[in-house]
Nanobody
Framework: QVQLVESGGGLVQAGGSLRLSCAASGRPFSRYAMGWLRQAPGKEREFVAAISWSAGNAAFADSVKSRFTISRDNAKNTVYLQMNSLKPEDTAVYYC????????????????????WGQGTQVTVSS
């Protein structure tokens, strides 16, 4: 498994932006499909975004499409989640997740697909 450490969370006003980072170590990062999932208080953890290890494929939840982007720098073993036009309903703990992928364009949606997780970073959006 790969070890993941998220950073970049914080408190921001509605309409603002944050960039989350997830640094990976322990395994060849470039063969891992990466994802961001979030969990709001009292709710299930939900998919936010995912990216293939080639960075050629990405997917977003409908609720964040056109506001969030996901990218990765395999040379830096890091994946990013750029969050713009933040809304109070984006408030959650954001988790970075990773899973080995055989094909370069594979990514995963389901929480159960991911074998490695970070500790999470809190994002709070005030209205």
């Amino acid at each position: 498994q790969v070890q993941l450490v998220e950073s970049g969370g914080g408190l921001v006003q509605a309409g603002g932006s944050l960039r989350l980072s997830c640094a990976a170590s322990g395994r060849p990062f470039s063969r891992y499909a990466m994802g961001w999932l979030r969990q709001a208080p009292g709710k299930e953890r939900e998919f936010v975004a995912a990216i293939s290890w080639s960075a050629g494929n990405a997917a977003f939840a409908d609720s964040v499409k056109s506001r969030f982007t996901i990218s990765r720098d395999n040379a830096k073993n890091t994946v990013y989640l750029q969050m713009n036009s933040l809304k109070p309903e984006d408030t959650a703990v954001y988790y970075c997740a990773a899973e080995l992928a055989y094909y370069s364009d594979t990514f995963y949606y389901a929480e159960s697909d991911y074998g490695s997780w970070g500790q999470g970073t809190q994002v709070t959006v005030s209205s």
